[in-house]
């Protein structure tokens, strides 16, 4: 037994410092829950951690840049959105101004709201901000290449052969009339001025040669002037129609457009040239001015049936019939006179029947004549049947084209009328007619009434003429010039880097644009000098289309961006898992771990005490 060294209690005292070490470091992850709290506890874990550590707050900090950039984008396109509203209205503007229904005055108040909203499109740019940083202002640009070029073009053609429209037509005109050969009559030589406006724009993504994302601007407007000089004559030429063919035929008289009820006395042929008041009609008989009345029933010829007709070369013959009497009416032509000739009948088996009949004779389609009777019946009243010659001419009717007389047939057993109505000295003006009436006439059974007119001494003044007219067209000169203004830029905008990552060439970046009045091409839109209305029209479209197409691309980068930063998030979760795992500590573990420590500590204790007693034994023996 030796108690110079206590063996036993040394080693025990070492168990005891090695589990009192242990049990302070499981202590100190309990306590700060972190399995690493210094490199000694885990080298190459710490190195590894640190490294995450600096990815995860790299990451929190992306998802912070990616939603200011968000924002940025928001801010932008919230700018847009009303230059959009803004251009809409200018358009609409334009278009209402462009109406003739409105004034000078009107379309001045007009130019004036879109003056100034032109004003608040510039505004509207230059205060769109995000941090002081202005967003649809920009000028700063780099310009890769500039193919802008301006170019005047002037084309010159002429004079194009003549056009010429030539008619020919055929018209009376008094006799002796002189021929005149065909001559110009008026020559007239004007310029007619044209303008065309196009335009189109549009704009482009494009790479640089060094990889970086640029735009190319194309713009064209195109202006054609066109000057239109020509020179329009009139020439008119007459002659008298020597045509043996037809020419008779225009003063021939005939009934060939007649109807059984509606008869015209007219011409063969009528000119296709007439003069309102003297047109070669002389006359008509209709049905329904014809009136009768039998026994105190009153209708006219229009409302009775027909019961034969027949139509031939001048002639047509109509019988009616009605309540036991048969109406024939003939109408004849000898080419130089006209007869109207009627018969009625009484075929009913009664004797004293009453019959009054009223025609009405009528100017044919618009014809004026001056009436007057060398018989003495009195004009413009109403002659009783004692006025009325029982032969001969009854009137003299007349105008500048013929003069012709208008008869009653006296010849066998005809009657003439008992009473006779006249318009005053012009017939035919304001459907003015001859009203000749048979009154109170006693038919009995198999009896006639037979009466009727002619037309005849047909004397025409005037002859038929043929009237050439012929217009004529000479371009003289067609003077174009087209104006065409490019505007085709290659150009680096200023941009917007925001950090989406973590690591470097982790970005995105927003292009700033121009998107003023004078970047939209907005900067002389209106409907007053010098703006001008089709031109302002197209430029708003063009605007349209280019704030579209730059808010397309902000959406498009805004949904990259959200996307951006759901990844983000999701990068940020998965490693700070990752490095938890590293460097936090498992309570459970630790705290296992710690009760282990804590037993042993408790017995390396007990056993130095243990130790200690030992060399208490050799004073029993010294005893």
Do not use: C
Request: glycine content about 6%; overall charge negative.
């Amino acid at each position: 037994m030796r108690i110079a060294s206590n063996i036993v209690g040394l080693d025990t005292l070492n168990k005891l410092k090695i589990n009192n070490k242990a049990k302070e470091k499981d202590m100190e992850k309990l306590s700060s829950g972190l399995k690493i709290n210094r490199a000694g506890d885990d080298a190459a874990g710490l190195t590894i951690s640190e490294k995450m550590r600096g990815q995860i707050r790299g990451l929190e900090q992306a998802s912070r840049n990616v939603q200011d950039g968000l924002s940025l984008i928001n801010t932008a396109e919230g700018g847009l959105q009303e230059i959009t509203e803004i251009i809409q209205r200018q358009r609409e503007l334009i278009i209402q101004g462009s109406n003739d229904t409105y004034t000078e005055s009107d379309r001045k108040k007009i130019d004036q709201e879109i003056s100034k909203l032109t004003d608040e499109i510039n505004s509207l740019a230059n205060r769109t901000d995000f941090n002081t940083t202005n967003l649809l202002a920009r000028s700063d640009f780099q310009v890769l290449k500039d193919r802008s070029s301006h170019n005047v073009d002037i084309s010159n053609v002429g004079p194009l052969p003549k056009t010429t429209d030539r008619q020919r037509y055929l018209g009376f005109l008094p006799i002796g009339t002189n021929d005149e050969p065909l001559n110009v009559k008026s020559s007239t030589t004007k310029t007619e001025i044209n303008d065309t406006y196009n335009q189109q724009a549009q704009t482009t993504p494009i790479t640089s040669q060094d990889g970086r994302q640029g735009y190319n601007d194309y713009e064209k407007k195109e202006h054609v002037h066109t000057e239109t000089t020509s020179t329009k004559e009139y020439l008119f030429a007459r002659e008298l129609y020597t045509d043996t063919a037809y020419k008779d035929r225009y003063k021939q008289l005939d009934i060939r457009d007649s109807t059984e009820r509606n008869i015209l006395f007219q011409t063969n042929l009528i000119p296709n040239v007439q003069t309102v008041g003297i047109l070669p009609n002389f006359g008509r008989f209709s049905d329904d001015s014809i009136s009768i009345e039998i026994d105190g029933s009153l209708t006219t010829l229009a409302n009775i049936n027909i019961k034969s007709s027949t139509k031939e070369l001048g002639k047509i013959s109509v019988l009616y019939e009605k309540d036991g009497f048969e109406i024939e009416k003939v109408i004849t032509t000898d080419g130089s006179s006209f007869k109207a000739e009627f018969k009625v009948r009484n075929n009913s088996g009664d004797d004293h029947r009453t019959i009054n009949i009223r025609t009405a004779f009528s100017a044919g389609h618009s014809a004026h004549y001056t009436l007057s009777s060398s018989s003495g019946i009195p004009i413009g009243g109403t002659a009783s049947g004692a006025q009325i010659p029982n032969t001969g001419t009854a009137f003299e009717i007349s105008n500048s084209l013929v003069d012709f007389n208008l008869s009653f047939l006296s010849d066998g057993a005809n009657t003439k009328p008992s009473s006779l109505t006249t318009p005053s000295t012009r017939f035919g003006v304001d459907g003015s007619v001859i009203t000749s009436t048979w009154e109170n006439n006693d038919i009995s059974d198999g009896e006639v009434l037979e009466f009727g007119i002619s037309l005849d001494n047909f004397n025409f003044k005037q002859d038929i003429y043929l009237f050439t007219e012929q217009h004529t067209n000479q371009i003289d000169s067609i003077i174009e010039t087209t104006t065409t203004d490019i505007k085709d830029i290659d150009y680096i905008p200023p941009n917007v880097s925001i950090q989406t990552g973590a690591n470097e060439n982790q970005s995105v970046k927003i292009p700033l644009f121009k998107l003023d009045a004078d970047g939209l091409g907005l900067a002389n839109v209106g409907l007053l000098p010098p703006a001008i209305p089709e031109q302002s029209i197209a430029s708003t479209d063009n605007a349209l289309n280019k704030v579209s197409s730059y808010r397309g691309l902000y959406g498009a980068l805004q949904n990259r961006m959200e996307h951006t930063l759901t990844n983000v998030g999701n990068a940020f979760e998965n490693l700070a898992s990752s490095e938890s795992l590293i460097r936090d500590a498992d309570m459970a573990v630790e705290m296992m771990k710690f009760s282990q420590k804590n037993i042993l500590t408790q017995a390396a204790q007990a056993m130095l005490i243990q130790a200690n007693l030992e060399p208490q034994g050799v004073l029993q023996l010294l005893k």
